[in-house]
């Protein structure tokens, strides 16, 4: 990763065909991490009746995999100019897929929260390095466009797939070994990216402030865990002191960064309308997202009966659009405005999540598949042209903590997205009225998750289990539809921001030397 300071970054030219190479050892990263976020939310249901964790559990599972990430991108960006990027990201590879093996073996609700969160860990320092490297490799501004547009295709293409091979394991094999498919492509990442890719580092590095990296982390995770208690349960005492330490922590860090000589951030880049508003659009967006393909995959197997393989094919069509739409995002942003590309994506998809207002049970599939489509049309447009202008506007020597950056703004985005949009959900869902008969300990567990419902469903008597599960999936999809008016709402109005910040933004043409 480069720093932020007027030093060169030491990248070694990369001769034509070892660029695309190089790039496609660098998707294969991105690929480990989008495959591991969308097989999590398939094996959801089957994890929920194995390790029976709380509803506050379950979303904690969910989302505290963003929160470290989140907490510990700008460190492990900075960390990179040291140590080298590839090296960081050859070592991250590996711990990848060392602690997907815990994470696939483990036995409680306890031990699957902390996998999840040493996953996060390693996750942080594959994120930044993709993207930095390939500012650093591609010099001419299209073919950079290019680029990014594969590596957003292979993100959205895991995010396909992980469904999919997750589906196919979990029908024939026991819920972890969704979490065993990333060794094989943490091996090809590993073998193939210690020859192909070229290494980078900053020649003259500033100290690493484990100050600084405390404070991000301390005030990134107070934070998003204040927005989410408070969301859940109401604002109790340990959500204000954690949203109150988090807020001073990250105070504390913006003022450190201000003052040192060699920040782990350059709080300058945000003067950048651009920048800024791209990154605004990241997190907005994904906010409003996320909570929708957290609980789609519960709603198709729970709530309509999908086996596992055939929930994951159903989500093909959003992966399908994002992969068309981001390979063409470049050239149609040049001939255009990236503010209308932008902008259109957004009002696309929040307009697709409109639709999902009027969702039920029985909801046929080509409306869902049509949703699903000019949602990844959308994010296709409006993630890789966002990527672009946020690499474009800053000088190469800052790639590092631009893409570092970026990433932080979806991560956040995403825990934020889990954490609003899971707890209007779950709030809604706790909400259903016990049928008639139904014992007492089986309507709390019921209460819990629609996955415990399923459960206690299955083992009451006579007509008792039937009625469960409808009022159950009923105020399941109910919680749904609200989420999803919530994030049309949100894309809507960041549509309309992006049009305003984007105004005037173009994409680079000219080659550099």
Excluded: C
Excluded at 18 to 43: E, F, S
Excluded at 169 to 182: C, M, P, R
Excluded at 274 to 286: C, K, M, Q, Y
Excluded at 335 to 362: K, P
């Amino acid at each position: 990763m480069t720093t932020i300071h007027g030093t060169a970054t030491e990248t070694r030219p990369v001769p034509g065909p070892g660029r695309w190479l190089a790039l496609g050892v660098l998707v294969l990263a991105v690929l480990l991490v989008a495959v591991d976020a969308t097989v999590l939310g398939l094996a959801t249901p089957f994890l929920s009746e194995d390790l029976r964790p709380t509803g506050t559990q379950l979303l904690w599972i969910g989302d505290i995999y963003s929160f470290v990430i989140a907490g510990l991108l700008v460190s492990m960006g900075s960390l990179g100019d040291r140590i080298g990027r590839k090296k960081l990201l050859l070592t991250g590879a590996v711990a990848f897929g060392g602690i997907s093996v815990l994470n696939a073996y483990a036995s409680s609700p306890e031990m699957m929260i902390l996998a999840r969160a040493l996953l996060g860990v390693a996750g942080a320092t594959l994120m930044p390095a993709t993207l930095a490297l390939i500012r650093n490799i591609f010099h001419d501004p299209k073919e950079r466009s290019l680029a990014i547009g594969i590596w957003g295709a292979m993100a959205s293409a895991g995010a396909a797939v992980g469904p999919v091979v997750g589906g196919f394991l979990l029908e024939h094999f026991w819920w972890g070994s969704v979490f065993l498919i990333n060794l094989p492509v943490m091996a090809v990442l590993v073998l193939v990216g210690a020859r192909m890719l070229p290494e980078s580092r900053n020649p003259a590095p500033g100290p690493w402030d484990m100050t600084s990296v405390l404070l991000s982390l301390v005030g990134v995770v107070g934070l998003v865990y204040a927005v989410k208690e408070a969301a859940a349960h109401g604002p109790g005492w340990d959500a204000v002191v954690a949203g109150v330490a988090g807020a001073v922590a990250l105070h504390r860090f913006v003022r450190r960064q201000l003052t040192l000589p060699a920040p782990l951030l350059d709080m300058r880049l945000f003067h950048h309308r651009g920048f800024s508003g791209a990154v605004l659009a990241d997190l907005l967006t994904i906010l409003g997202l996320s909570g929708l393909v957290f609980f789609l995959s519960q709603f198709l197997q729970l709530v309509q009966g999908r086996g596992p393989l055939e929930a994951g094919l159903a989500e093909l069509p959003a992966a399908v659009g994002a992969v068309a739409a981001g390979l063409i995002a470049g050239t149609v942003a040049r001939r255009y405005s990236v503010r209308a590309v932008v902008a259109g994506g957004l009002a696309a998809i929040g307009l697709a999540l409109a639709v999902l207002t009027v969702l039920s049970r029985s909801t046929g599939y080509p409306l869902l598949g049509a949703v699903l489509l000019i949602v990844g049309v959308g994010a296709g447009f409006s993630f890789t042209v966002t990527a672009d202008v946020i690499l474009s506007s800053v000088p190469k020597e800052q790639a590092g903590s631009a893409s570092a950056v970026s990433e932080t703004a979806y991560e956040l985005g995403a825990a934020l997205g889990i954490a609003l949009l899971g707890s209007v959900v779950t709030g809604v869902y706790r909400g259903f009225p016990a049928p008639a008969g139904v014992p007492a300990d089986a309507v709390s567990a019921a209460h819990e998750s629609l996955g415990g419902a399923v459960e206690v469903a299955a083992g009451l008597p006579g007509a008792s289990g039937p009625a469960l599960m409808a009022v159950a999936q009923d105020a399941f999809v109910d919680g749904l539809r609200l989420a999803s008016g919530v994030g049309a709402a949100v894309l809507l109005a960041t549509s309309a921001a992006a049009w305003f910040l984007l105004r005037g933004q173009k994409l680079e043409e000219s080659v550099e030397h």
